[in-house]
Nanobody, 127 residues
Framework: QVQLVESGGGLVQAGGSLRLSCAAS????????MGWFRQAPGKEREFVAA??????????DYADFVKGRFAVSRGNAKNTVNLQMNSLKPEDTAVYYC??????????????????WGQGTQVTVSS
């Protein structure tokens, strides 16, 4: 059974930092895309960042609203994905979800492209 478990959410003041981590189990995700989405109250779930490996090259994709502030990374075992969030803003407040595709998928920002999801972790940024 595949499980994705997030950790690291919490309450932080505007301008602060948080680091989210996600550990996947139940299968190997080394050739899969692992990423982060978020959902604020009353809004649709939206893409935040994703990480994948092509050969020996690591790739990352970011939503425009987090470029320069957030950084996504994979653990050495490739079954973990982290999201370093800096310069947080109140509008970053949301439930953040870790997600993973089946192996071999192409990069996508659509929720439909991801097959596995974590339970979510709350990030609250106070002004």
């Amino acid at each position: 059974q595949v499980q994705l478990v997030e950790s690291g959410g919490g309450l932080v003041q505007a301008g602060g930092s948080l680091r989210l981590s996600c550990a996947a189990s139940g299968r190997t995700f080394s050739s899969a895309i692992m990423g982060w989405f978020r959902q604020a109250p009353g809004k649709e779930r939206e893409f935040v960042a994703a990480s994948w490996t092509g050969g020996i090259t690591r790739y990352a994709d970011y939503a425009d609203f987090v470029k320069g502030r957030f950084a996504v990374s994979r653990g050495n075992a490739k079954n973990t994905v982290n999201l370093q969030m800096n310069s947080l803003k109140p509008e970053d407040t949301a439930v953040y979800y870790c997600a993973a595709t089946s192996p071999g998928r192409s990069n996508s920002r659509r929720t439909e492209a991801y097959d596995y999801w974590g339970q979510g972790t709350q990030v609250t940024v106070s002004s």
